[in-house]
């Protein structure tokens, strides 16, 4: 699933919740190596800080880097620092929750809602533009999405900057081929990490996926299952997939209306 012995870069690391520690375990586990990014120093230094019952030879172990993806010059630096590289998967999002997320839609803070697009959507086209000097012989970038097509409570702006992240992909995906690159998204059900936290009705959001989602959707467990398919999209055997929406959500994104009693697990 994973190319031996490549190195992927698995952008996105806030805490072992965070879904790209999750794509970074998987990674590994088949093979490759991984480099994380966290936002910055600090936030490189609360990572290990917070994880004290780790052996040094497991912080040691891990590959950390840090990048702000809104500071153009840190991701070109970030990437000439590296060399060659497989896969990248940008699992990166932030909008300010008192403005951008919450019981009322409408908000006059266009500072918050710009600094939200250029985090969740614009930052995906920087990645791209220079993790393409390491891959000469082309290569895939992987973003993590969630349901855009459907206007969910509290949800707000960054289903938006989903929306326009969705269509980054599409635009990435054309432009890049040639580059023998792929872009692609993994729409993620609702797991449980700090971004999800900061969402103010995120339980109930768990809850309408446990009367939509065909299958039973675990927010803890199955943030694996995305891990998966965003290892599956980084590597050799989705090599003719681009420009894609991969749902891993239990199937609710194709479902009308509730389930009803008998068509529950
Ligand atoms: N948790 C869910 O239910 C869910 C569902 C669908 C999609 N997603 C998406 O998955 C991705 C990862 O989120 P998560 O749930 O693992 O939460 P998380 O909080 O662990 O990860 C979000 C990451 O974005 C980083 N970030 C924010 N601003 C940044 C910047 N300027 N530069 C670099 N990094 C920055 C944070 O530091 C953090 O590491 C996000 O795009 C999120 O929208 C999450």
Same mark, same amino acid.
């Given at each position: #699933?994973?190319?031996?012995?490549?190195?992927?870069?698995?952008?996105?690391?806030?805490?072992?919740?965070?879904?790209?520690?999750?794509?970074?375990?998987?990674?590994?586990?088949? =093979?490759?190596?991984?480099?994380?990014?966290?936002?910055?120093?600090?936030?490189?230094?609360?990572?290990?800080?917070?994880?004290?019952?780790?052996?040094?030879?497991?912080?040691?172990?891990?590959?950390?880097?840090?990048?702000?993806?809104?500071?153009?010059?840190?991701?070109?630096?970030?990437?000439?620092?590296?060399?060659?590289? *497989?896969?990248?998967?940008?699992?990166? *999002?932030? /909008?300010?929750?008192?403005?951008?997320?919450?019981?009322?839609?409408?908000?006059?803070?266009?500072?918050?809602?710009?600094?939200?697009?250029?985090?969740?959507?614009?930052?995906?086209?920087?990645?791209?533009?220079? *993790?393409?000097?390491?891959?000469?012989?082309?290569?895939?970038?992987? %973003?993590?999405?969630?349901?855009?097509?459907?206007?969910?409570?509290?949800?707000?702006?960054?289903?938006?900057?989903?929306? /326009?992240?969705?269509? %980054?992909?599409?635009? &990435?995906?054309?432009?890049? =081929?040639?580059?023998?690159?792929?872009?692609?998204?993994?729409?993620?059900?609702?797991?449980?990490?700090?971004?999800? =936290?900061?969402?103010?009705?995120?339980?109930?959001?768990?809850?309408?996926?446990?009367?939509?989602?065909?299958?039973?959707?675990?927010?803890?467990?199955?943030?694996?299952?995305?891990?998966?398919?965003?290892?599956? &999209? #980084?590597?050799?055997?989705?090599?003719?997939?681009?420009?894609?929406?991969?749902?891993?959500?239990?199937? *609710?994104?194709?479902? =009308?209306?509730?389930?009803?009693?008998?068509?529950?697990?």
């Amino acid at each position: #699933m994973i190319e031996k012995d490549k190195t992927y870069v698995v952008m996105g690391l806030l805490d072992c919740d965070s879904i790209a520690y999750a794509i970074g375990q998987v990674v590994e586990q088949w =093979g490759g190596n991984v480099i994380y990014t966290v936002q910055n120093e600090r936030m490189k230094r609360i990572f290990f800080d917070r994880n004290k019952k780790w052996a040094q030879e497991d912080k040691d172990r891990l590959n950390v880097k840090y990048c702000d993806v809104t500071v153009e010059e840190e991701v070109k630096q970030l990437f000439e620092d590296i060399g060659p590289v *497989a896969g990248v998967t940008h699992s990166i *999002a932030y /909008a300010n929750p008192k403005t951008c997320l919450g019981p009322e839609f409408h908000t006059d803070a266009y500072d918050d809602l710009k600094m939200g697009f250029h985090i969740s959507a614009a930052s995906l086209a920087t990645v791209t533009k220079y *993790a393409q000097t390491q891959m000469s012989e082309g290569g895939s970038v992987v %973003t993590l999405s969630f349901e855009s097509r459907l206007a969910f409570a509290y949800y707000n702006w960054m289903g938006v900057n989903k929306a /326009a992240l969705e269509a %980054t992909v599409r635009a &990435l995906a054309r432009r890049h =081929g040639k580059d023998l690159l792929r872009i692609n998204a993994v729409s993620s059900g609702p797991v449980t990490t700090k971004a999800a =936290g900061a969402i103010h009705g995120f339980d109930e959001l768990g809850k309408t996926w446990n009367k939509v989602s065909p299958l039973p959707w675990d927010q803890e467990k199955d943030k694996i299952e995305v891990a998966n398919a965003a290892a599956f &999209l #980084m590597g050799p055997y989705s090599k003719k997939i681009s420009g894609q929406v991969l749902y891993v959500d239990g199937g *609710a994104s194709i479902i =009308g209306g509730e389930l009803l009693p008998h068509e529950r697990a």
